[in-house]
């Protein structure tokens, strides 16, 4: 069966039945690059479903998505759903960045702190969190961020920025 045909059979926000397109994504590389451009299908279910394979990847092998890292980077920009925004905010700290990349990294997790899901803006929250982690360059703009998510009008995200506070502060002594 096509990796296509089973990102098209579930319903968009049900991932059961994708962990054959995990295991084909993790051991040809061929069929991890089919999976990274449906993550950027115009067609919400596939994309949605398609970057959920991806997160998984990620999870397990994040070394795997580096050769894909400057066709993501550049798709970025796009008007993404909120599915697909919300998984690269956890595909993102997996990989390595340069500093140029690095800006639009920063800019694709600010205008997530935009957005009108709470998903998307706690998300990306911890996403560039995640990754001032690996990047000292980035911590500024982080806590400035996380002084504006602590006043949000979310309390969900006003929650996720304490639960981040608190880490943060105790990785900062």
Known sequence: ME??????????N???????????????????EEVVGFSFDAT???AARAVWVLRQVGEREPKLLMPFKEYIIERLDRDLIWEVRSEFCHIL???DFEE??????VSFFEKGLQSDSRIV?????DGWYELSKKYALLIPGFEQML???????????RARARGIQKDFLKRKK
Request: charged share 25%.
């Open 3 to 12: 990796i296509f045909e089973i990102l098209n059979e579930g319903k968009r």
């Open 14 to 32: 049900q991932m059961q039945g994708l962990e054959p397109v995990v295991q084909l994504a993790l051991s040809e590389s061929a069929r991890l």
């Open 44 to 46: 919400p279910k596939i």
């Open 93 to 95: 700290p997996k990989l």
């Open 100 to 105: 140029e990349e690095l800006k639009m990294i």
């Open 121 to 125: 803006i706690a998300w990306s929250l």
């Open 147 to 157: 002084d504006r998510a602590l006043a949000h009008q979310f309390p969900a995200v």
